[in-house]
């Protein structure tokens, strides 16, 4: 087959990283823009179970949370019903749906995809691992400099060149993640707790004692179908919160007919100004109760990716806020009349033949809120593994059905014994209401910096319109943020403790997961010495394929030297294989691997990169293999082909261009895998290509030894301090590290590597 090379255009200009390291995931065609309306429906139906179970059951427990002493003047409740409908319209709907949905990442919504997002940007990450290569993935663009970008480019400078920029943007991440935990954690115990609590208006002589205990048989219950798969437990569960929604909306009707239709009137936002007069501090205070009608927002960008933009806009404003809007009306609408029966609103005011009922839907709705928020939490830390912040844990994907379904056995535990000790302390969801407010406004605030950061840097908005957003939803958190906090000492403590906690592990996990990649980036062993390891007399090429498993993407890593002497002997084909996640959403398989020769072409040694987004599934230890040896032997023959290369005139850079497109092309010509057995000839400016068929011999070869068997190999690296580090240095690394690798990382099973066919090698790091 010959290859025929037509005239080739004036070469690309070269620009700034800026534009050239990233990716337009919401710059022309928004995610779902181009899917069908009637796949839209069906995502905005499926959306209803699956993200609007938590703020669907909020009227469960935020007047009882709003008027924990009760109510003292009738007004209030205009007043409280004013903020309730104002916060449900400024935070979820315009902040989220018209603004936050549109800085999604490939689709992914949540605080992680917004720092993936700036990290492609402007190198902000700590580790580095940056690849010029990475911005050849399908998902990147170039976009040409204009006037415009000076802002931008202003940014991307001041965040790459500031440590402390770095940090405060890694720390938001963390924090924002440790928050979706709490969230996690607190959401199952408020929404089970307060649904079961309403069987004490059929049974009063139900203890709140026994009513905790049924609640955490039901949180124990929930917490071990976990590994069944969420798209089982969640998204068949579309219908039942379709008839939750038409529920509460039909009883909000029915409240508002029956009792005080006057209660309309709280549309004028007057009646708020009237009840902060009124009420002065107490007033203030009371804004944690009433944030908790927005409990699960955040939700709606973390789960984009199961569906898209116009799935949740129209879900949204077409269902939920109507159906919740009318429940908090009608419960205003019956506390007018029946002031009293704050502390257990909502089942006071259902009616008399639809109890049951609503009761049973409460409950279910309740168990799949409880659902929606632990997929979340799953389907984050299984982001933040790719960060480097977390011990590398194994990651099942639950379903074959919908991507980014996951579960995280260890996880779940952790998660399932807080959620119940919770229930247990606290006992009340006015108490638990204190530090589920918290976890909530906390996230908001972060997604509101991030997104600032996002308008300044990739959307380069003018400056009025994002002072406009971090001014308005800012200044509106802090708000809210300062009335929670008000509330630290009766449960408000309890996240920020998650929070500390997890966080420093975090930090901690991170933090020397880069002090041992700087380590070894110091310590890479030179060409030249590793091809005198192998030409010394003892050094046997043993049959087989070796994978070494190093965090490097660049150099030879120095437990390299420390395997050829324990063991003397190197496989015929010999790979040094690195795992990268890309700060995008997924890769391409067909871009997947990224391959480099190491040493002299007889050596048969090479380097693979293979890259991941953080939505991404490894793949199972047989598929992998055959994709990596395939992908192998398509790298061998491009390069047998671009090693042929002679040009006739050295000095021409012309020539030099033209035989680097040619590369190109000869290299899309490759990809295309009709090339098996090629003698490709083109003469282009001096340049003669030639591919001779010793190709053939070297892929049969690679055949020869995958039969032969294939070894995994790993560096057990024990990280130490040196004897002069500090007291803490000392705890955080030998202390607190070493307990996380020891008890939660197991690498093999984190990256589907078969246990009989590892080797590991032991080796030191001092840092």
Known sequence: MSLEVEEIPAPLKRYDSLFGNAEKVSHSKHHGSQVSWMRTLSFAFQSIGVIYGDIGTSPLYVYSSTFPNGIKNNDDLLGVLSLILYTLIIIPMLKYVFIVLYANDNGDGGTFALYSLISRYAKIRMIPDQQAEDAAVSNYHIEAPNSQLRRAQWVKQKLESSKAAKIVLFTLTILGTSMVIGDGTLTPAISVLSAVSGIREKAPSLTQTQVVLISVAILFMLFSVQRFGTDKVGYTFAPVISVWFILIAGIGLYNLVIHDIGVLRAFNPMYIVQYFTRNGKDGWVSLGGVVLCVTGTEGMFADLGHFNIRAIQLSFNGILFPSVALCYIGQAAYLRKFPNDVADTFYKSIPGPMFWPTFIIAILAAIIASQAMLSGAFAILSKALSLGCMPRVRVLHTSHKYEGQVYIPEVNFMMGLASIIVTIAFKTTTNIGNAY???????????????????????????????????????????????????????????????????????????????????????????????????????????????????????????????????????????????????????????????????????????CVARYGYSDKLEEPKEFAVFLVDRLKMFIQEESAFAQIEPENNDSSEDSESQARLRRSMQTAVHSEEVVETRVSSHLGGIHFHVN??????????????????????????????????????????????????????GHKALAIPKDQLLKVGITYEI
């Open 693 to 746: 068929q010793t190709v053939e011999e070297e892929k049969q070869l690679i055949d020869r030894e995958v039969e032969r068997g294939m070894v995994y190999l790993m560096g057990e690296a024990n990280v130490t301090t040196k004897a002069k580090s500090s007291i803490l240095k000392k705890i955080v690394v030998n202390y607190v590290y070493t307990f996380l690798r020891k008890n939660l990382t197991e």
């Open 437 to 607: 407010g918290i976890c909530v406004v906390t996230t908001f605030s972060i997604t509101t910096h991030l997104m600032t950061v996002v308008m300044l840097l990739i959307w380069k908005k003018h400056v009025i319109f994002i002072m406009l957003f971090y001014g308005v939803f800012g200044s509106i958190e802090l708000i809210y943020l300062s009335s929670i906090l008000s509330k630290f000492i009766e449960g408000g403590y309890l996240p920020f403790c998650f929070a500390l906690v997890i966080m420093s592990l975090m930090a901690t996990w991170h933090y020397v997961q880069v002090k041992r990649y700087w380590y070894e980036l110091d310590h890479i062993v030179p060409i030249s010495e590793m091809t005198t390891l192998l030409e010394q007399s003892d050094v046997r090429r043993i049959p087989g394929v070796g994978l070494l498993y190093t965090e490097l993407v660049q150099g030879i890593p120095p437990v390299f030297p420390r395997l050829i002497k324990k063991i003397p002997s190197v496989h015929s084909i010999f790979m040094f294989m690195s795992i990268k996640h890309l700060p995008i959403s997924r890769v391409v398989p067909a871009e997947r691997f990224l391959f480099r020769q190491v040493g002299p072409r007889e050596h048969r040694m090479f380097r």
